[in-house]
């Protein structure tokens, strides 16, 4: 192609762009859905959870708060010890301060915290940001099934 | 010079007269203002641009905006010449205002039919500078005062190429009056062949590009915009001003724009005229003609402008001394020759 | 009414040194004005984040400027001593936001070789995609936004736009769009999706076009190169002692990229790649050097992707990561330049002593020789083509 | 309307402007007293073309105008002068003639 | 990539008796030395030897920090070793200054360190040889106090200028990790009569 | 004419308040936009007495150039932006007394010898009828102001250069 002075070259990029159409989303109408592995938000399995502290200790932020006590439970054969249990009473993360690096999710070795690509919760409140237990859980729903890896990935290789 | 065939009281003919003008003016920043800022600058930009005020593709955006700055508290810097920088925005405004009094839109619609109609045109848009002056001077912001600088300093070495290419076109119509020059485009013939009039885009096409340039210099618009260059001076002389009074700038820019390119469709392009509509025909469909070309000459004016990085002050003020001042008087003298020989 | 002995009023005071400095200075000859004080920043559009420039003015000629920074300052080499090898990777993913998977990999590796380990090939094909992928979304933005600093709006937009796809890749494969915190000590922390090799390509293809867009509307259009060429020369032996790295000193003639020429590092010995320079040094030759290696970069993604062998992605590592004592420089090819790490190590789970070496501060301290002589629009021009980071500067 | 009601107010406007030109030190200023002079001598000539129906009036009032803005842009290229060395714009303090 | 031990002989030689150690940090070549010739170096590096390109100047402090606030089983901030110990090249006192330079041409690079006196903080600067360790000088004179003779002008870079102290000496402390109480202080309550009820809080 | 002379009355009380303004105001600028006010409202006149061009011309070149060329001589030269003292000499009482003399002998003068003539007008001085002035019978004072922009031109160029 002959070489067109850059002026109208200019012109004529910004004019076929115009006639081809947008690519934007018009967001709160229609949305984009994230990857399946997007880290949106956090949600915590509860029943996993032993409030063993590994996520809390391993958070750079320290933005997670546990707390939690310790009950006596009938023991699973008779005549058993009875065993301890620990109880959860406070799972709190705070997405204020939460750098979303992923850590927590990765250490918990019972497999109670979850990355899900949802996104919708910013707030006009900074302290509502604190996320407790129950909203947590609630975002457990959202949690995508593992999607299936590239070829020449190591097979069974999970989470 | 009534408008309608019905005899209208003079007063009366007035006040519809003044009405029309302060209407066009908000009105044409308006439709400009969305058709080329919000939407096609958009779509160029792979985007939609706003969509939702209004319902139908946002057209509501730009009016809920206007009301949004009216709302808006009035700021005045402490340090400012509160006198001049309340007066400088309605300065820059008015200067819009009155190029569109003689401005025509059909063979009688028309404020005033000056004998010296485009001279009128373009010392009245030059008022625009002092308001550009005292807005970067009563800011008391250095961003601001460097803006109204480059303002002045542009503005003026542009007005002389657009007055430039506008004598072509005085030669080639015989007179400085709108509605001549329009007749004159619609009566005329090229070679013989009048089948549509003699638009002295043809004939006059190299003073149709000076004027386009100049105006996009006279308009601040990129790729002139260094006075308002927002990723150095911030926005300018501009920079100071909120609420209303930014509004009036706005309105003063786009209704500018308006303005500009309604003079290059009527000096170019043959204003309201369609060959051979004549009358009361053409009083109706005038306007209507008149707003097409407008947007066609404006579409592209806006099109530049959304494409062209901007150059530096000295290099504007080198294109106009040294390029267009002189391909202006060439032309000027070309046509002149043209004129004399024929 | 005053006495005509009255000294004139402050507003005409005028420092003579300035003056004189200014008679340097002076290229051609023009009105005289008193000088003025500019501030540009700490917020201003053309600094594209906190970075404060103080501008002394001779009309629209600057005579001196003092770049101030610190308002990001972040502390992060304090706060890495506070912090667990794992947990270091999430903090330095915020120094050049830009490129962050790129700010990683420079630290692990540093880590990787006092422990004496080695990433599996899979994962270094990886690393090198993801952080040639971040390349090119950085300079994506850079191709817009140059254009968008002289005045030119709408390519910023295109830059915003084809970047986007890139994005989506990088957070397909990490899960972050920005902070994608993917390398681990040894590997990854998992291996790509499924499809995502295909999309890759797929976006390589929108990525060249998107560069012949830039070619035809910035590089070619003649404003943009009145307003760029022999603006902001740095001179390469200049540059240099400065510590200019990257495409910066590439389009000062420096023929100097450590992907080929320093420490073996990640795949790119297994690629075959050209490194481009450019004699000129003027901000024209930044661009156009950024717009080649955006090309190249995706041709290097493709590459890779041809050759990405199969295999583990994570090499054996102890479930707590303790780093042997010792010393380690790690530098690599950023996008903004020279990136390192010197990592000090006293067998800790955490580093001891982290000196982050990032490559806009060098980049930018060079700006005070730049800026003297220039006039106001330029000032903005060089700054968009040094092209950095504010978060690269302060860290 | 009268021929007069133009000359008296061209007066005042002469007087005024002879006043500026007297009074004030800053050369820019003493340099718009001059163009209401100038001014006023323009409407005069204009006022008497009126009223003597002729266009010489007109036509020398044109070059009164040219012949102002070339003033005002030597006047202010002295005075921007005067500033560079003297570092002020004060007439009254330009009682030598040294650079 | 020339090789390091032709690189290290290359280096020593030229600089005589300048050089107190030398060593090597997995790859690079460290070579330390005397602080008196810490200037003549740079000069020795750029003229000589060809190292046309700064990379940076830095400090560092060798001594352990002190431990302030931090609780038994911590293993979000890791504990350093108490005692103090140097790096490859070996080091006089608590402070040090190191720089890499490297090459463009010879595609080689190697980091310099001196001593710096605790008492005395004193360095010579390098902005006389290389113009780019202007910024890199106060950075570290603010971060350590290290006083960097023959610089033009030692203002603050990042920090305020009326801010106090120098934040990456070891004493200097990092209050976001003090002021707010590590997570594992809110522990799991004890069970009655377990064994374990000492020590234990509640809430933070 | 009422309107007209009504017109005159409301625009000469402007121009009159204007022009003290520009020799009486403490702040440069506000000297200069008072100028501006003084100038359009000769423009004005100028349009009462039917000459439109001039007129036109009068806005042009007065306001939009000159007007212009002060405000950026002040811009430039950075006058201060507040008030300030001293713009004025100490002549004040003398010149106000010369100037009230002069003003009350013009106008006696001008009582004296015009006060019987009046200005009839019927339509806007046609634009062509002074361009055939300018160039017919006023060619050569039309090249002479041409060569004398010229030399101004240069002369304000080699004035304000600094070499």
Not at chain 2, 269 to 287: E, K, N, R, Y
Not at chain 3, 45 to 56: I, N, Y
Not at chain 4, 30 to 41: D, G, R
Request: glycine share 8%; proline share 6%.
């Amino acid at each position: 192609m002959a070489k067109l002075p850059g002026l109208i070259g200019g012109l004529g990029i910004t004019f076929k762009t115009m006639l081809k159409g947008a690519v934007t989303v018009q967001y709160p109408h229609e949305k984009e859905a994230p990857p399946t592995r997007a880290r949106g938000v956090i949600a915590l399995s509860e029943e996993n959870c032993t409030s063993c502290m590994l996520c809390s200790r391993s958070c750079p932020d320290w933005c997670i708060y546990i707390e939690g006590h310790k009950e006596q439970r009938p023991p699973k054969r008779e005549g058993g010890r009875p065993r301890s249990v620990n109880i959860l009473d406070r799972f709190d993360i705070d997405y204020a301060l939460c750098m979303y690096c992923g850590i927590c999710v990765e250490v918990c070795p019972f497999d109670a915290l979850f990355w899900s690509p949802e996104f919708e919760y910013s707030e006009p409140n900074i302290a509502s940001l604190l996320h407790n237990k129950e909203r947590l859980g609630a975002w457990f729903a959202t949690v995508p099934a593992p999607e299936p890896l590239e070829v020449g990935a190591e097979s069974g290789k999970k989470k | 010079m009534n408008a309608l065939a019905v005899e209208i009281p003079w007063g009366v003919l007035l006040a519809i007269k003044a009405v029309v003008i302060l209407a066009v003016v908000p009105l044409g920043a308006l439709v400009l203002g969305y058709t080329f800022l919000l939407k096609m600058m958009s779509h160029m930009q792979s985007r939609l641009g706003p969509m939702d005020p209004g319902g139908f593709h946002g057209w509501f955006q730009l009016i809920g905006d206007g009301i949004k700055f009216l709302q808006k508290e009035d700021i005045v810097p402490d340090e400012a010449d509160r006198r001049v920088f309340a007066l400088a925005p309605t300065v820059v405004v008015i200067s819009t205002f009155l190029i569109f009094v003689v401005i025509p839109a059909g063979p009688r619609l028309q404020v005033a039919n000056l004998d010296v109609g485009v001279f009128y045109a373009l010392a009245v848009s030059s008022l625009s500078v002092i308001g550009v002056l005292m807005a970067g001077w009563a800011s008391a912001n250095k961003f601001a005062l460097i803006g109204a600088l480059r303002a002045a300093a542009q503005l003026i070495a542009y007005e002389l190429p657009l007055l430039l290419a506008v004598v072509g076109v005085v030669i080639q119509a015989g007179t400085m009056s709108l509605q001549g020059i329009v007749s004159a485009q619609q009566d005329g013939a090229i070679f013989g062949w009048s089948g549509i009039g003699n638009p002295f885009i043809l004939t006059q096409f190299v003073g149709f590009l000076l004027f386009l340039i100049a105006a996009q210099a006279e308009l601040t618009q990129t790729p002139f915009d260094m006075p308002v260059a927002e990723s150095e001076l911030v926005a300018g002389y501009m920079v100071e001003y909120t609420g209303f009074r930014f509004l009036f700038f706005f309105i003063g820019e786009f209704g500018t724009a308006t303005a500009f390119a309604a003079l290059a469709a009527t000096l170019f392009l043959g204003g309201w005229s369609i060959p051979g509509v004549h009358g009361t025909a053409a009083d109706l469909l005038g306007p209507l003609v008149l707003v097409l070309k407008l947007m066609a000459v404006a579409f592209l004016m806006f099109w530049v402008r959304f494409t062209y990085p901007r150059l530096r002050e000295d290099q504007l003020q080198a294109l106009a001394w040294k390029v267009l001042i002189p391909i202006a008087l060439v032309n000027v003298i070309i046509t002149a020759i043209i004129k004399v020989a024929i | 009414m005053s006495t005509t002995e009255q000294p004139m009023t402050p507003g005409f005071e005028v420092d003579p040194a300035a003056f004189r400095h200014l008679a340097d200075a002076q290229v051609n000859v023009e009105l005289d004005t008193g000088d003025m004080i500019l501030n540009m920043g700490p917020q201003h559009p053309a600094t594209h984040g906190t970075l404060r420039l103080v501008v002394r003015l001779d009309g629209e000629r600057v005579i001196a400027a003092d770049p101030v920074i610190g308002y990001m300052h972040r502390g992060y080499e304090k706060l890495t001593e506070f912090r667990t090898y794992p947990q270091v990777t999430t903090l330095i993913n915020r120094i050049d936001w830009l490129s962050s998977f790129a700010n990683e990999v420079p630290f692990v590796h540093a880590a990787e070789q006092l422990m004496e380990i080695e990433a599996p090939p899979r994962a270094q094909y990886i690393r090198t995609a993801l952080t040639e992928l971040s390349r090119i979304a950085t300079f994506l933005l850079f191709l817009g936004e140059m254009g968008l600093q002289v005045g030119a709006l709408t390519p910023a937009f295109y830059g915003f736009r084809d970047r986007e796809h890139v994005l989506n890749l990088i957070e397909a494969a990490t899960g972050g769009r920005f902070h994608p915190n993917f390398n681990r000590i040894g590997g990854l922390k998992d291996d790509l999706p499924w499809g995502w090799i295909a999309e890759t390509r797929n976006t390589m293809k929108i990525v060249l076009d998107a560069c012949d867009v830039f070619e035809d509307l910035v590089v070619g259009n003649e404003i943009f190169q009145a307003r760029t060429r022999s603006i902001g020369i740095i001179p390469g032996e200049l540059g240099a002692s400065y510590g200019v790295s990257g495409s910066n000193l590439r389009a000062s003639g420096v023929d100097w990229d450590l992907r080929r020429d320093g420490a073996p590092y990640l795949a790119y010995p297994d690629l075959d790649f050209q490194v481009f320079t450019h004699p000129d040094g003027d901000s024209f030759s930044r661009y156009w050097v950024r717009l080649q290696e955006t090309r190249e970069s995706a041709r290097m993604v493709l590459q890779l992707l041809d050759g990405m062998p199969a295999g583990p992605i994570m090499a054996k590592v102890p479930r707590i990561i303790k780093v042997p004592e010792g010393e380690a420089w790690v530098e690599t090819e950023n996008p903004l330049g020279q990136m390192g790490y010197y990592v000090v190590s006293k067998g800790a789970t955490g580093p001891f002593r982290v000196k982050i070496r990032s490559a806009s501060f060098s980049n930018v301290s060079i700006l005070p020789w730049m800026l003297r002589g220039v006039y106001v629009p330029d000032v903005v021009t060089i700054l968009a083509s040094l092209y950095f980071i504010l978060g690269d500067i302060d860290r | 309307m009268l021929l007069n009601q133009f000359l008296i107010l061209a007066a005042i406007l002469f007087g005024i402007g002879m006043y500026g030109v007297l009074v004030r030190r800053n050369g820019v200023l003493v340099l718009m007293s001059v163009e209401l002079m100038l001014n006023a001598v323009n409407l005069n000539l204009i006022a008497f073309s009126a009223r003597l129906q002729e266009t010489s009036g007109q036509v020398f009032s044109l070059f009164v105008i040219t012949i102002a803005a070339a003033e005002v842009g030597v006047g202010l290229a002295i005075i921007l002068l005067l500033y560079r060395n003297f570092r002020s714009p004060d007439l009254d303090e330009v009682h030598q003639m040294k650079g | 990539m020339a090789d390091l031990a032709t690189l290290t002989s290359r280096i020593t030689d030229a600089l005589g008796d300048a050089v107190l150690d030398a060593g090597e940090a997995r790859g690079t070549l460290v070579v330390r030395v005397r602080p008196d010739a810490w200037r003549s170096t740079a000069e020795t590096a750029r003229r000589t030897l060809g190292f046309d390109y700064l990379s940076f100047i830095a400090g560092i402090d060798w001594m352990p920090a002190p431990v302030v606030g931090l609780v038994e089983g911590d293993t979000s901030t890791p504990a350093q070793p108490s005692d103090m110990t140097f790096g490859v090249a070996g080091s006089a006192g608590r402070f040090q200054v190191f720089a890499h330079v490297q090459s463009t041409t010879q595609h080689a690079g190697v980091t310099f360190r001196t001593d710096v006196d605790e008492a005395d903080p004193r360095v010579e600067s390098w902005v006389s040889v290389y113009p780019g360790a202007d910024w890199h000088e106060r950075e570290c004179w603010e971060m350590y106090g290290f006083v960097f003779e023959g610089h033009p002008s030692l203002r603050h870079l990042y920090l305020p200028s009326e801010f106090e102290g120098h934040p990456l000496r070891k004493d200097f402390p990092l209050l976001a990790r003090e002021v707010k109480p590590w997570p594992g202080l809110t522990d799991v309550e004890p069970m009655p009569g377990g064994d374990d009820e000492a020590g234990e809080e509640g809430a933070a | 004419m009422v309107a007209q002379n009504v017109a005159f009355g409301i625009l000469a009380l402007a121009m009159v308040l204007a022009a003290i303004g520009v020799v009486r105001t403490q702040n440069v600028v506000h000297a200069a936009l008072y100028l501006v006010v003084v100038l359009a409202g000769a423009a004005a006149q100028y349009i009462l007495l039917a000459a439109e061009f001039v007129a036109w011309v009068q806005v042009l070149i007065y306001i939009g150039a000159v007007v212009i060329l002060f405000l950026f001589g002040i811009m430039l030269t950075r006058a201060p932006m507040g008030d300030l003292e001293g713009l004025n000499n100490r002549q004040g009482l003398p010149a106000v007394v010369a100037t009230l003399a002069l003003i009350g002998t013009l106008t006696a003068l001008l009582v004296d010898a015009f006060s019987d003539q009046e200005i009839v007008l019927d339509a806007p001085t046609p634009t062509a009828d002074i361009a055939t002035q300018v160039f017919k019978v006023y060619v050569v004072p039309f090249e002479a102001v041409s060569i004398l922009l010229l030399a101004a031109l240069v002369g304000a160029i080699v004035l304000a250069r600094r070499d």
